[in-house]
């Protein structure tokens, strides 16, 4: 699925429903990207499992990995997700769906001195 600047609001609003419908909650947050004006593509393989989400445009790339699970984000998602953005010379974008997800001090400090940066993102 792409996003572009250029299309109409109501192609916007179709995509978006689709990809909520076929993705879920990582639809959801793919869909913002494409209002942005984003191209996104959905479960890019890699030998490490799927990168969620890669977001492209304005010169820029982005690895996405959607973290929904009521608990605290292990240290070892952090570090796949940082290996997979190197796959695809990607940066590495940690999203928080919810109020569930917690991150506690150690990974924290990880996702910061590794460039990670952290997002959460809460349903509409």
Request: charged share 30%.
């Amino acid at each position: 699925m792409q996003g572009c600047f250029w299309m109409s609001l109501a192609r916007i609003r179709l995509l978006q429903r689709i990809l909520k419908e076929k993705y879920g909650i990582v639809g959801e947050v793919a869909a913002r990207y494409v209002e942005a004006g984003y191209h996104v593509r959905l479960m890019h393989p890699t030998r490490y499992g799927p990168i969620h989400i890669v977001v492209t445009g304005n010169k820029d790339r982005m690895a996405i990995e959607v973290f929904s699970d009521p608990k605290p984000v292990p240290i070892e998602v952090v570090k796949t997700l940082i290996e997979k953005a190197k796959l695809v010379k990607a940066r590495p974008i940690l999203v928080l769906y919810s109020d569930g997800p917690k991150l506690t001090d150690e990974v924290y400090k990880f996702c910061k001195e590794n460039g990670v940066k952290i997002r959460r993102i809460r349903p509409q």
